[in-house]
């Protein structure tokens, strides 16, 4: 079965500082990739995904993922943590099967991201 | 351009009742998945309904069950309430068909309490 670990349950960063949250993915055929983030109290909010199209992937509010097949991983990094990025993480895969995978996520277990002043 | 909205935001139930729990789709969108989020815990798939059919199901029992009707909006069932039910539950939903990675949109859940 396809599962997600993300190394890092808690990740604590100065403002200013490099954000770098950790993925890894088990299965032989690359699935489809994604991050998540969620605010507390609210829902999931999609940062960015892994088309094949090109294998370092920019999202919103200035995330980018690079997908590295050789080490099954899809590490979400920023240049420069801001206070609002405060929020847990979340890495997903659907499973690649073709025309027959109808998206069924499968999360980790997320990584708290806290930003100190 | 409404995203997906859930209902109701809290609720509170006791063992042994059921529970009913509404989501709308995104506009456009065709697709509804389920998905159970403990506390401290990444979410998990329950099922996913296109066509108004259950068309894949996680690793949860038969007291959870669902509908889709033809708007596309749907319901997720739960019946038999056991404390380890509490959790929030997240509706997500996705268009055409949510074939290959087509990205899933959430809504803000539904915090559900269990006494």
């Known amino acids: 079965a396809q599962s997600v670990t993300q190394l890092g349950s808690h990740v604590s960063v100065s403002e200013g500082a490099l954000v770098l949250l950790r993925c890894n993915y088990s299965?032989?055929?690359?699935?489809?990739l994604f991050w998540y983030v969620q605010y507390p109290n609210q829902g999931l909010q999609l940062l960015l995904k892994?088309?094949?199209?090109?294998?370092l992937v920019k999202g919103i509010n200035g995330f980018e993922a690079e997908f590295k097949k050789s080490e099954t991983s899809f590490h979400l990094t920023k240049p420069s943590a801001h206070m609002s990025d405060a929020a847990e993480y979340f890495c997903?895969?659907?499973?690649?099967?073709?025309?027959?995978?109808?998206?069924?996520?499968?999360f980790g277990q997320g990584t708290i991201l806290t930003v100190h002043p | 351009d409404a995203g997906v909205t859930q209902s109701p935001t809290h609720l509170i139930k006791t063992r042994g009742q059921q529970v009913t729990l509404r989501c709308s789709p995104k506009?456009?969108?065709?697709?509804v998945s389920w998905y159970q989020q403990a506390l401290g815990q990444g979410p998990q798939f329950i099922f996913q309904?296109?066509?108004?059919?259950?068309?894949q199901r996680g690793n949860f029992p038969d007291r959870f069950s669902g509908h889709q009707f033809p708007n596309y909006s749907s319901e997720l069932n739960v019946n038999a309430l056991l404390l380890g039910d509490s959790a929030l539950y997240l509706c997500?939903?996705?268009?055409?068909?949510?074939?290959?990675?087509?990205?899933?949109?959430f809504g803000d859940g539904t915090r559900l309490s269990i006494l």
């Open positions: 997500a939903s996705s268009p055409r068909g949510g074939i290959g990675n087509q990205p899933q949109h």
């Open positions: 299965s032989s055929v690359p699935p489809y």
């Open positions: 892994y088309t094949s199209a090109a294998t």
């Open positions: 997903a895969v659907i499973p690649n099967a073709g025309g027959t995978s109808y998206g069924k996520l499968t």
């Open positions: 506009s456009g969108h065709d697709t």
């Open positions: 309904y296109y066509e108004e059919e259950e068309r």
